[in-house]
């Protein structure tokens, strides 16, 4: 995950990689129906499952953007609601596609797994390591 928190001294190497995965989504929702792949059985299961995967992604790549920003894990998840509230709403426009709060929903549940795996990932090995991660705490003695 080191990626998600490198630096990144300019506007275009922050953003570019999240305005880049915004317009693959874009096109991707703007497939008509007919146009998208029928995994047969499961196929509302996949459908689903990229939905998932594709926010979860997308707010990794918008706590990049913000990571030098107040507040940025709140920025990011805000980030990414707006925009999958948004391609839900441009979804409505495409013949045979609808924008429904579920996948809304499913599009939010992805990001906040992804960000908690970031937060736990960047957390988690100072607390195993047996240094103290509060000041006058250690993990020795329960905090």
């Known amino acids: 995950m080191g990626w998600v928190f490198a630096k990144r001294s300019t506007w275009w190497g922050r953003w ?23 995994f047969g059985l499961w196929d509302f299961g996949v459908k689903k499952l990229g939905h998932f995967l594709a926010y979860g992604a997308l707010n990794l790549l918008a706590l990049r953007a913000v990571l030098d920003g107040k507040r940025p894990y709140l920025m990011a998840l805000l980030i990414t609601l707006a925009y ?9 426009f495409i013949p045979g596609r609808n924008g429904t709060p579920v ?10 797994t992804f960000l908690w795996l970031v937060y736990w990932r960047r957390w988690v090995p100072e607390a195993l390591s047996g240094q103290p991660v509060l000041e006058g705490a250690s993990v020795e003695d329960g905090g």
């Open 84 to 92: 999958a509230m948004s391609d839900e709403f441009h979804q409505t």
């Open 103 to 112: 996948d809304v929903i499913i599009d939010m549940l992805g990001a906040f």
């Open 16 to 38: 570019l990689p999240l305005l880049l995965a915004m317009g693959v989504i874009f096109f991707v929702s703007g497939q008509p129906s007919v146009e998208l792949p029928n």
